[in-house]
């Protein structure tokens, strides 16, 4: 087998399920074909290549995949974040007008090429830490065509970035101002015209909703879910960030790909989505930055078996972040996880979180060709260091595609 292109004299964190621990290969080489892995191994068997590059014993991950962002919006809050350090709740701002439904309006007010033009430098900042995949979620558009304006913006996105995106259809995020005092007859919208329209189009790989005391009610995510499923997209869902209104069980029951945020997940849901098989992803940097007190139930996820991801949930109000490095060092500092569950959690429990582990993710024959390449010793370097960036290059299908 000749091979495009073959990465030898590299350390792998391969993170390859059948493997122990991160996977490793020490003195390891990765084979590319056609921008897949074509194999991976011990250099002194590495298949001939049309080109060969000298990692120089740098360590080599998956590229790292974001699969919670609210990457595409108009404006910002740092407003809010003023009041929230004067005191103001979460809730006290979004019941007084702001919150979500601010950032539809400035959304609304931005046409495509505005909402492409400021959510580059958010993605970029990602790519620049090794980001090769990442999922983009609507919702503050909260009509129809804002919401597909939104969507259309996201995958613009992988049009003009070297990065794959998955989109997601959030619709059920908010009530705009128009349906206030009618959330049913805002959730019919959303069931009966948008869903039907984002399936059409193609836009969305999946539906999320928001089912809190602020948001919906598990009945309400139900009939989203419901009508998701009828269009052929895979769900999943904002549970227990604020209370527990069990929607990670709902979640669950349908088959979510994930259930996000979770501090006050209960055990029953635990218990329901190791059944299910749906991915626990957390969010630390909006734990740290609306100073929750509740964490999510690291333990009780880890003893039954529950994989669980990270993300920046960057968004406007509750996480303004696009450090995928600094997630992993709050998740091991702030909810103990261990250096393994944190690089993990941004690559082979990211993907699964995105229904996406069979293309990427993790670093085996047959999958993408996505590679971060690091000036590091050892892999705890990625989790333990802050505001560091030890990024030597990026790879997608198998090309470089940044380099420092």
């Not at 400021?118 to 999922?135: C, F, K, N, Y």
């Not at 990065?163 to 619709?171: D, E, N, S």
């Not at 088959?255 to 501090?263: F, I, T």
């Not at 790879?395 to 380099?403: A, E, I, N």
Request: with cysteine; aromatic share 6%; net charge negative.
């Amino acid at each position: 087998m000749r091979c495009d292109r073959v990465w030898r004299n590299a350390r792998l964190a391969t993170l390859a399920p059948g493997r122990p621990g991160l996977g490793e290969i020490e003195r390891g080489a990765i084979a590319a074909l056609d921008g897949r892995i074509a194999w991976v191994g011990a250099e002194a068997d590495a298949p001939e290549a049309a080109e060969t590059i000298d990692c120089e014993g740098r360590w080599i991950t998956p590229g790292l995949i974001d699969p919670h962002t609210h990457l595409v919006y108009g404006g910002d809050r740092a407003r809010e974040f003023e009041l929230r350090l004067a005191g103001a709740s979460y809730e006290e701002i979004a019941l007084a007008g702001g919150g979500i439904v601010s950032t539809m309006a400035a959304t609304r007010a931005a046409s495509e090429d505005d909402l492409v033009a400021q959510s580059l430098p958010r993605l970029d900042a990602l790519i620049a830490e090794g980001l090769t995949t990442v999922e983009v979620k609507s919702g503050y558009g909260l009509s129809l065509a804002h919401e597909l304006k939104s969507l259309r913006a996201a995958r613009r996105l992988g049009e003009v970035r070297p990065v794959t995106i998955a989109t997601t259809f959030l619709g059920a995020h908010a009530l705009p101002p128009e349906f206030r005092d009618d959330a049913d007859g805002y959730i019919d919208l959303v069931c009966r015209e948008m869903i039907p329209a984002v399936a059409a189009e193609g836009l969305a790989d999946a539906v999320d909703a928001f089912c809190e005391g602020i948001g919906f009610t598990p009945d309400q995510t139900r009939r989203v879910f419901e009508a998701a499923h009828a269009h052929g997209l895979p769900v999943k869902l904002h549970a227990e960030q604020l209370s527990n209104l069990h929607g990670a069980a709902l979640a669950a029951n349908f088959g979510a790909l994930s259930a996000d945020h979770l501090e006050h997940l209960d055990d029953a849901g635990i218990a329901a989505m190791a059944k299910a098989g749906t991915v626990a992803t957390l969010l630390p940097g909006a734990y740290y930055f609306v100073r929750e007190t509740r964490l999510p139930p690291i333990e009780a996820l880890r003893a039954a078996g529950v994989p669980m991801a990270l993300a920046t949930d960057c968004n406007p109000g509750t996480s303004p972040m696009t450090s995928l490095l600094l997630v992993m060092n709050m998740a091991a500092t702030l909810f103990r996880m261990t250096v393994d569950e944190c690089l993990a959690g941004v690559t082979r429990e990211a993907a699964r979180a995105l229904g996406r582990l069979d293309a990427t993710g993790t670093l085996e024959a047959g999958k993408r060709c996505d590679l971060a390449v690091w000036d590091i010793d050892r892999p705890a370097e990625l989790v333990y260091r802050i505001g560091f960036n030890p990024l030597h290059a990026r790879v997608l299908g198998g090309q470089t595609t940044w380099t420092r």
